[in-house]
């Protein structure tokens, strides 16, 4: 079957780095998502990775291993406002989303 | 630049009564769009897409159908709510098949 899994939750501090990591498996592969998601709010997208490597926007980042059906959001300086649940979603064959529960992540000054 | 809008924001409605939430996307011609409902501490769950005007397609069955009578609308709707229907939908709209998907707020529907 399909399947997506990322922790639950996370905690990191104010100014720091943080690694949140996904692993997947679908049937075909068309491409990993990340989505930040705020309590209450619509999810925002924030990387798209196809090939292998790492794609930095900024204060984010985001790696992509095909071979080893895995990914991470890496957030670096982090700030109050990245309190939120970030959302890891691959794309199958068919071009449907198989989507994460969501890690919350919780930012302590 | 393309926007999406989606209403009401929240919601809530006896057992029994029908449903209509409408989506729609400004700014883009023919887009694929999506509905979903989010249950908490659960993935998103894809209830329905669409490619093109009339063209649905359902991944769950259950008491909820869709339709997109216009390129740019979407359409979910119930004839009879469930308690079980209760959650978080959200609309969504995407270029192509492979790009990142634009969702609207959100309805936050409580079925009592």
């Given at each position: 079957?399909q399947?997506?899994?990322?922790p ?10 943080v ?5 997947y ?10 989505y ?29 291993s095909r071979s080893?059906?895995y ?5 670096k ?7 939120a ?8 064959s068919?071009?449907q989303?198989?989507w ?10 | ?9 929240t ?12 989506c729609?996307?400004?700014?883009t ?10 249950a908490?501490?659960r993935?998103?769950?894809?209830l ?18 869709a ?7 979407f359409?979910?709707?119930?004839k ?12 969504a709209w995407s ?10 707020q959100g ?6």
């Amino acid at each position: 079957g399909q399947n997506i899994d990322q922790p639950t939750e996370m905690t990191a501090t104010e100014g720091a780095i943080v690694q949140i990591n996904c692993t997947y498996q679908t049937s075909g592969f068309n491409g990993l998502f990340w989505y930040q998601q705020h309590a209450g709010e619509a999810p925002t997208f924030l990387s798209y990775n196809v090939l292998d490597g790492l794609e930095e926007k900024g204060r984010f980042s985001s790696f992509l291993s095909r071979s080893k059906g895995y990914s991470y959001l890496l957030l670096k300086e982090l700030q109050m406002k990245d309190s939120a649940s970030y959302l890891c979603a691959a794309m199958d064959s068919n071009y449907q989303l198989i989507w994460g529960a969501g890690t919350k992540l919780i930012i302590k000054p | 630049s393309q926007t999406i809008h989606q209403w009401p924001a929240t919601l809530v409605q006896p057992v029994g009564s029908p449903l209509s939430l409408e989506c729609t996307v400004e700014g883009t011609s023919n887009p694929n769009l999506y509905w979903y409902r989010q249950a908490a501490g659960r993935g998103l769950q894809l209830l329905f897409y669409s490619v093109g005007i009339g063209q649905i397609s359902s991944e769950v069955p259950q008491n909820l159908s869709a339709s997109r009578p216009q390129d740019r609308q979407f359409i979910l709707s119930s004839k009879k709510l469930l308690l079980s229907d209760s959650g978080f939908y959200l609309c969504a709209w995407s270029e192509t098949e492979n790009t990142e998907a634009f969702f609207g707020q959100g309805t936050r529907l409580t079925v009592v």
